[in-house]
């Protein structure tokens, strides 16, 4: 099945520094990728879709400056925490898309922690 | 605006019995449902959608417009199936997607 990797698992950064979030795809083409956040005990909430060569669409409320995603190739999309500040702790999840049924193929997750 | 509510954080049911995990959606244009499982030390992982009728793990899932329910269903639960199930919602397109709170189902031996 498609597989999705993300990296780091888990980041641990001072306030100010920024951190960056790989997402790829591993044995398919993905020419959508969303990335989410999650607090704990509640659900995903979308942040922004990024597609392949074109700039993100983010959601209503999330920074785009803040939250830079990159989605140069069909296998790798970036998400890169600028200037993080202890609320931006969270945990970052990463899908790809664009089977053109819907299925997306999730990553394992990146645990962001601001100190 | 789009929503996607299931109302029980926790549900737990003995072996063999039914589970009916509950979603309800507000989406104002033709929903695409999803159900998403989440088992121990796992990542997400797509149970079924309603696009392709399908049965998995025993499980089943009807889309009820008039009711904007996509609830999720199995006549006899088994302890393997214990796990955070999530109903998801998108548009045709598939370009967004709206993810409910999630419910933690634990079948008891």
């Known amino acids: 099945g498609a597989v999705v990797s993300q990296h780091p698992s888990r980041v641990i950064c001072k306030s100010g520094t920024s951190v960056k979030i790989e997402c790829r795809s591993l044995d398919f083409q993905a020419t959508t990728m969303f990335w989410y956040r999650q607090f704990p005990k509640q659900s995903l909430m979308l942040m922004a879709t990024?597609?392949?060569?074109?700039?993100?669409?983010?959601e209503q409320g999330v920074e785009k400056d803040k939250f830079l995603i990159n989605h140069a190739s069909l296998t790798l999309s970036t998400l890169t925490v600028t200037s993080a500040h202890p609320e931006d702790s969270s945990f970052y999840i990463c899908?790809?898309?664009?089977?053109?049924?819907?299925?997306?193929?999730f990553g394992p997750g990146t645990r962001l922690t601001v100190t | 605006a789009q929503r996607v509510t299931q109302p029980e954080k926790l549900l737990s049911v003995f072996k063999g019995a039914p589970v009916e995990l509950k979603c309800n959606y507000s989406y104002s244009g033709s929903p695409e449902l999803f159900w998403y499982v989440q088992y121990s030390r796992q990542r997400l992982q797509l149970l079924l959608r309603h696009i392709s009728r399908e049965s998995i793990k025993g499980f089943t899932a009807d889309l009820n417009k008039g009711e904007t329910s996509f609830h999720l269903k199995k006549p006899f639960a088994q302890e393997e199936d214990s796990a955070m199930y999530y109903c998801?919602?998108?548009?045709?397109?598939?370009?967004?997607?709206?993810f409910g709170s999630g419910t933690k189902l634990n079948v008891k031996p």
């Open positions: 998801a919602l998108s548009g045709y397109n598939f370009n967004k997607f709206y």
């Open positions: 990024s597609n392949e060569g074109s700039k993100a669409t983010y």
């Open positions: 899908s790809a898309g664009g089977q053109g049924n819907g299925e997306q193929y």
